[in-house]
Every structure is written in C-alpha cells, then in structure tokens.
C-alpha cells in the first residue's frame, strides 16, 4: 500500500466521489451520495460486495426509531451516547458519540423508506451495556442479509460498483489533497481512477498478524475470526498522508466461536442466563461483562477453550440468528438430558460440571451475585435439557483508527482536515476506546452506517461545492 506523488498525473476516467471498500460502510456511504445527486464509484476487493459486514449478525443500534415507539420502548439520543461513553470509559470523542446517536435512528429510517430495509428492534433480550432494547436488525439477524440488501439498493439507485479490485496506491498532492487512485484486476491488469473525494471504507487491520502483535498482543495467538481484507490499508494510507490514530488497541472481540466449525454463537445463550465453563468444569468469569472482553478471558484457559452451556428456552430464543440456525444444523450444539451426560458428551470432570452448575442453580434461585461478581437476579435456572457448545474466543475487528470529525473527514494531529479525505467503519477510529471492555453491542455497525452516511452527505456536498444540510434537511432523500 503506497501513496504517490499525484505531481503531472493524468487520470483518464474520474469520479466525483470514489469509495474503497463495500461493506455496510462503503455502500451506505454511496447511497447517500446518491441521493445528493452525484456519481460515486466503489471499488471492492473481493468478487462480490461483503466485507466485515457479512461475518456479523448485522444488528444496528439505534435511539427513538419508530421501532421502538412502536414496541412503548421510550428512548433518546442522550441516553444511548451515555451509554456509549460508560461503556468505553469516557475515552471516546464524545462530539462524535453524540453525532452518532443522534442520526443513526434518522439513518435507519431513510434506509427503510428510500430503499426498502426492513428493520424491526430486538425485545428478546437486552445486550450487555445498554439502558433498553434498542438493538435493530433483518429479519435473518445476519450481516449478510444487510449487506445484500444494500449492494442490491446500492445498484438500484445507480452506484458503480467494481469488484475484483484491489486498490494499492493513492495518488496525493503535498497538502494531501487525493487526486486519484490505482488498483490492480485479477488478470494482472491496472487501472487508475481519479477522485473529487475519497472515502476509506476498507476496514480495520484483524487480519494482519504484525499489527494486531503490536497493538492487541492479547489475542496475538487468537483465532481472527474477521474478513481476511482487514489488512490496515486505511491506517497505512492515513499515516503516510499525516492522518491522526487514535486508540488503535482498541477491538471487538468475541467469546463464542463453535469451534471447530467457526460459526459465531449468539450472546443470548448467556444474557438469557447460560454460562461458560473451561475443561475442567470450571467457570473463569462474569460472562455478562460482554463478548468483547470474554474473547481474551476464553482464550487464556486451557487450549484456548470454553464450552457454552444453556438450555432448551435459551436456545428457543437464540433461533432467531441465522448463524445460531446453522451451527445447530452443523452439529456444533450438544444435547443432554442431563448434567452426568452432558459431562461425558463434551469431555468434562463429572463431579466438578456438577458442582459448578449446581452453583450457578443456587445464585439463580436465590437471585444472588457470585463471586464472579455476576448477577443471577434476573435470569430463571437452566433446566434439562441441556444444550452446550464447545467455543474458543477470537478478534472479529479492531476499533481504533484513523481520527475523524463529526463530518467523517480525516484529521491531523493539529485537529485540521485533510483537503478531501474521509474514514468510516473500521477504517476510523470508532466509540469503543482504547479496550475490548469499552466495546458496547453494535458499536461496530453504528460507526460503519452512521458514519458511512455522513461522510457520503459531506462528501458530495463538498464536490458540489455546497453547504451540508443540517437537521431534518439533512435526512431527506
């Protein structure tokens, strides 16, 4: 990944806006520039649009949708950016929390009214960190339905989409102004595009083994359980225009892989009240911290494994994921009618299963907090049959980036933008701070749509040389 002198280059083909990158960022980006009237390129690595986007459960969250109105959840803008914040240790930009709380409902709802998403809001369950329900989603509960939904409206509404297109090189004068990209074609061939505007919707950097030692060296060893593009384009890029990074430690981890058959399981099977015990039959955590940070406590026990254990009403709730769906129909979810078998089932000391679960049993009817410090107030006991899957823990993508502004552009150390530059998703740094512990459920989506929206508004009003709207002007279209 280079930057090159952008000194007497001549693009024949150029675009007002390019987008690198097509994932729920990148296509949410060109759709709002779309709708602004101007013509936006994307150019996608892979053979198809997916990105990071597809490995999740596509879940987005949102303050005050007309979702939640519908369902009596009474929720605000303030309330989620505090939650956001608690979560995250108060390290975040809380200019950009509030930014985001308050246009990702408005975000969700010109999706589903322009092109046709058809969100609802989560009331099964409540997601570690969050006041209320507030967690939206496709009918699958899969990213890959978001993303499809969006490539699909993305062609409707007239983007350009390239894939098979792996860009390599920027093109930059000495201010930083972008003036073009090159990327290369699956036949060796080259092109050239040059830009008015440039975002970065490429992701993070999970999946380059020497970043993620230098920056996460806790999940060094851990399984990457991301898209193998998340090789920290953006960040290089960045860096080597003057772009500012901050809280490049900071990441998503997950606590929950089936292991060996790589399907992310659900964090209902432990908000409902399931548990994770390690081989020897133990637990080793407040599970309910959240699926970032037991990523690292997972992979500190023996051989890096954990095992899942819940029951028939926990699973009846965790259907409702596609991803859970599959790992059943994989054989990934054990099934016992009992604690003797389910210890001979997954491998584990008979008396120690036992005496560990007959405790859990104990602070669940007498609504107590363990010793772990968790709370079992507001969960029934699990109950036979008993269901269990053997998991090992994993970093799905990082958090820290490249710093931005509420308009999505990139900044300089000094707090100045660069000329034409702009971040979204993994590329910038998002809400979640320095620590797996500061990631709140969905963060990674909300900066993905809600930024990729802005930075689609700010872009194409920058090439077109006007004002970006404000409030509800901002929403139209």
């Known amino acids: 990944m280079t930057v090159a002198p952008a000194a007497g280059k001549r693009f024949e083909v150029s675009m007002p806006v390019v987008v690198i990158g097509a994932g729920a960022a990148g296509l949410v980006a060109a759709l709002a520039v779309r709708a602004a009237g101007v013509d936006v390129l994307v150019l996608e690595r892979d053979p198809v649009p997916r990105g990071s986007t597809a490995m999740s459960a596509g879940l987005i969250p949102a303050p005050a949708t007309r979702w939640q109105a519908a369902a009596g959840i009474i929720d605000t803008a303030e309330l989620f950016a505090a939650d956001i914040l608690a979560k995250a240790h108060r390290e975040p ?177 432990i908000t409902q009240g399931g548990v994770q015990v390690n081989r020897d039959g133990r637990r080793f955590a407040d599970e309910t911290l959240g699926y970032s940070e037991q990523a690292a406590a997972v992979v500190a026990q023996p051989d890096g494994i954990a095992f899942t254990i819940f029951d028939e009403r926990i699973a009846a709730v965790a259907r409702g994921f596609e991803d859970f769906r599959q790992a059943e129909a994989a054989g990934a979810v054990v099934t016992a009618a009992s604690i003797p078998e389910l210890a001979e089932r997954l ?10 679960l007959c405790a859990v049993e104990a602070a669940q009817c007498a609504k107590a907090t363990d010793a772990f410090g968790r709370d079992f107030s507001r969960t029934p006991p699990l109950v036979p049959p008993y269901r269990a899957v053997k998991v090992t823990g994993a970093l799905l993508h990082t958090q820290g980036g490249l710093v931005v502004g509420t308009d999505a552009r990139v900044l300089r150390d000094d707090g100045t933008a660069l000329p034409n530059l702009f971040a979204v998703g993994g590329a910038a740094c998002g809400v979640s701070g320095s620590q797996a512990s500061g990631y709140l459920s969905g963060n990674g989506l909300l900066s993905a749509v809600g930024l990729g929206r802005t930075a689609g508004l700010v872009a ?13 002007d901002a929403h139209a279209g």
């Open 460 to 472: 194409a009003c920058a090439v077109k040389a006007k004002p970006v709207p404000h409030g509800d």
């Open 93 to 269: 930009d809380a200019a950009v929390v509030m930014h985001l709380a308050e246009t990702i409902g408005p975000t969700l709802e010109w999706l589903a009214d322009a092109h046709g998403l058809p969100f609802d809001v989560i009331t099964e369950f409540l997601y570690p960190g969050h006041s209320t329900y507030r967690m939206h989603g496709l009918p699958t509960r899969s990213g890959v339905e978001l993303v499809q939904r969006l490539s699909a409206a993305a062609e409707q509404a007239g983007v350009m989409i390239m894939t098979d297109a792996r860009v390599d090189t920027l093109y930059a004068d000495p201010d930083g102004r972008v003036c073009g990209i090159g990327f290369a074609r699956p036949n060796d061939s080259r092109d050239e595009v040059g830009c008015g505007a440039l975002v970065l919707a490429c992701s993070g950097y999970g999946g380059n083994p020497a970043l993620v030692s230098r920056h996460v060296p806790e999940l060094a060893d851990a399984l990457f359980f991301g898209h193998e593009g998340n090789q920290g384009d953006a960040l290089v890029w960045g860096e080597a225009l003057g772009a500012a990074t901050r809280h490049l430690s900071g990441h998503q981890g997950h606590g929950a892989i089936a292991h060996p058959h790589g399907i992310q399981i659900t964090w209902a099977t």
């Open 347 to 356: 491998g584990l000391p008979v008396a120690t299963l036992t005496a560990t």
